[in-house]
């Protein structure tokens, strides 16, 4: 795990294919059929699922330790390095050369999240009817409506669509969502960066693009601890990495605090997933196949992508700045959509760009 962790870049889709690789392929520690049934109970888990598929894959090798070390060596190779790029934005963010690199890469990660979210709503918009949640889900983000009862909205939507028959016949309706959000100061403590990015690692549903929109709505609008500018940031810090989307927590922890702020946001942010993978996996077979269950989960990815695309319109406000990042980022979009190349080729070319604009300006 150690040495994907080091080498995964290009996302979770990359990351699950490498882990195929190497757990079934090259080493033999589960069948395709095992791999397929582990992937698709974390599938149905917040967070970030391809970093809880290689916790799964690990417990099932190498038992309850086997699950901490997998998952901790798949998640810090890449939280040092976005540690390293945290305290690197600090000192060089405003000079030319670190604005240069900045000003290429934005554009080419709205791009990425455009073909992620294209990607993804092909396989989880199943009716048509869905892309009314969905647009319903962009406006409402749009608006500023908090982001869990969007959420927890589309989901509620789905499942008295779906089951309309049933609650005919008086069944009951096991859903409940809550969610309680209080006033923080503006400048955060440990317990509040825990606080926040705990409760992340517990909400954030669909992939990790989708944590961006929590990000925008809970360290930009609610709490005032970052600007958008930064959290743009933070999301190109973690492009250039490899391992899970998700350590932009570090790169965001570093701002709000330094290393020790960091170290709790990371911790906060995937402490989680390891208790949710270890508590649900053996009952998620059982709750995929609940019609209230299914159909809550096909309404939180719904809403999930259309986060996701409101995200894209506020991140490409930030990033599109002038004609040349305009070029940048369709640039970027046709080569990710047509050649699909590693993320990582794109944002090294979008800073080299950037370094040049500033160079020759």
């Known amino acids: 795990m150690a040495k994907l962790g080091c080498i995964a870049f290009g996302g979770p889709a990359v990351h699950v294919a490498m882990l195929r690789d190497e757990t079934v392929a090259r080493r033999g520690w589960v069948t395709d059929a095992e791999f397929l049934d582990l992937f698709g109970a974390v599938s149905v888990l917040p967070g970030p699922s391809s970093t809880q598929l290689a916790i799964v894959l690990s417990r099932r090798r190498a038992g309850w ?3 901490v070390v997998g998952g901790v060596c798949f998640i810090a190779p890449a939280m040092v390095i976005v540690l390293g790029l945290a305290w690197a934005y600090r000192r060089y963010g405003a000079t030319p050369t670190g604005g240069g690199v900045l000003y290429g890469v934005r554009p080419v990660v709205v791009a990425i ?3 992620a979210l294209w990607q993804l709503a092909r396989t989880a918009v199943k009716r048509r009817w869905y892309v009314v949640i969905g647009a319903g889900t962009v406006a409402g983000y749009l608006l ?23 609650l005919h016949a008086s069944a009951p309706l ?17 317990a509040a960066v825990l606080g926040e990015f705990a409760k992340l690692g517990v909400i954030v549903f669909g992939s990790g693009y989708v944590l961006l929109a929590f990000l925008r709505a809970d360290l930009v609008g609610h709490l005032h601890w970052l600007t958008q500018r930064q959290v743009l940031d933070a999301v190109a810090a973690g492009q250039v990495t490899p391992g899970p989307v998700f350590t ?54 719904v809403a999930a992508l259309g986060l996701m695309a409101g995200v894209t319109i506020d991140l490409g406000r930030t990033a ?8 940048i980022g369709l640039a970027a979009l046709a080569v990710a959509a047509y050649w699909k190349p590693n993320a990582a080729w794109l944002v090294a070319a979008g800073a080299a760009g950037g370094i040049a604009h500033h160079l020759l300006a």
């Open 65 to 67: 330790l086997g699950l």
């Open 113 to 115: 999240v455009v073909v």
């Open 144 to 166: 500023r409506v908090n982001v869990l009862a969007l959420l927890a909205a589309s989901a509620l939507a789905v499942v008295l669509i779906d089951n309309r028959r049933r």
């Open 174 to 190: 096991p859903l409940a969502i809550a969610a309680a959000v209080g006033a923080r100061p503006a400048r955060p403590g440990l």
């Open 248 to 301: 932009t927590a570090t790169f965001v922890g570093y701002l709000l605090g330094g290393v020790p702020a960091a170290l709790v946001a990371t911790a906060g942010i995937f402490v989680p997933s390891f208790v949710m993978v270890a508590a649900v996996e053996p009952h998620i077979g059982r709750l995929r196949r609940s019609p209230w269950f299914g159909a809550a989960l096909d309404g939180v990815t």
């Open 320 to 327: 599109v700045r002038d004609p040349l990042t305009a070029v």
